[in-house]
């Protein structure tokens, strides 16, 4: 999707997804060939001003991976979600940062890091890049230094790999809802 805020000094935000799945060697990360950049990327996107950032997940994930999210598991700090009376809970991003696109634009992303078992049952949609990698961390960086991916996609993925994977929680990731809030917190009944 196309950039929402698009003055000088204004920003989007974004959510991604850290797809990884433990294979026998060491764990192997998922990126695809981005179609604009031409540089291995994470899958995600533009949080759209008309939904939730799990919304954004929830068709990302599927549109460039070929993934469902009932095919992953999302980490968690917490062993289990918790309730919130009329508001819908979403899952808890594993890391957030802000990075410049441009001298004069810059995204505030939300990190959402998941657990693949297997391959995903389903091609990216139409449209969107065929080129899915599955690479160890020490093969994302080759491609960093060859200047086929982004250094900060190897930086994020190596922190993924050795400070989240190790410790968060695994969650079905189609626990949480994509639906919005079915009543306002303001509301007495």
């Known amino acids: 999707m196309p950039h929402i805020h698009t003055e000088p000094g204004q920003h989007d935000i974004t959510a991604s997804a850290w797809i990884v799945r433990e294979a026998e060697d ?3 990360v998922l990126v695809h060939m981005h179609r604009k950049l031409e540089k291995l990327m994470q899958v995600g996107g ?5 939904e939730t950032p799990w919304q954004a997940m929830a068709h990302e994930i599927p549109e ?3 993934y469902s999210l009932g095919e992953l598991q999302i980490l968690q700090p917490l062993p289990d979600t918790p309730v919130v009376s009329g508001a819908t809970v979403h899952p808890v991003p594993a890391i957030m940062n802000t990075h410049m696109v441009s ?6 992303d939300l990190g959402y890091v998941f657990v693949a078992r297997d391959k995903p049952k389903s ?5 969107e890049s065929l ?6 961390i020490d093969e994302l960086a080759n491609a960093a230094l060859n200047g086929t991916a982004l250094q900060d996609v190897v930086d994020i993925y190596r922190s993924v790999v050795e400070q989240v994977v190790p410790v968060y929680h695994r969650i079905d990731a189609s626990v949480f809802s994509v639906d919005k809030p079915s009543r306002s917190l303001l509301d007495k009944n």
């Open 26 to 28: 060491a764990p192997k």
């Open 46 to 50: 533009h949080i759209e001003i008309d």
């Open 64 to 66: 460039e991976s070929g």
């Open 103 to 108: 001298e004069t634009h810059y995204h505030s």
């Open 123 to 127: 091609l990216p949609m139409e449209g």
């Open 131 to 136: 080129d899915l990698r599955w690479l160890t």
